[in-house]
């Protein structure tokens, strides 16, 4: 079986940590923001992680 190609998309969008664990940004920090509470915004700079539901098709177009 050839090798799968990762996709492009998906590796802009997240990255493998050193554990394992795949990081990834939140959403609803492009637009709107004005109506958003200061505390809000803040914790949507932090990372989050890929739940456990979604790991495995995430690594798959990873390639990892």
């Known amino acids: ?5 990762t996709h492009r998309g998906a590796a802009k969008r997240f ?4 554990t394992g664990k ?3 940004s939140k959403a609803c920090k492009s637009h709107l ?7 809000r915004k803040r914790s949507l700079r ?5 739940d456990s539901a979604n790991l ?3 690594k798959r177009v ?3």
């Open 62 to 64: 990873l390639g990892v």
């Open 22 to 24: 795949i990081k990834r």
């Open 1 to 5: 079986m050839p090798k799968l190609k």
């Open 33 to 39: 923001l004005t109506k958003k509470s200061a505390k």
């Open 56 to 58: 495995k098709a995430i």
């Open 46 to 50: 932090k990372p989050g992680y890929v």
């Open 15 to 18: 990255k493998v940590t050193a």
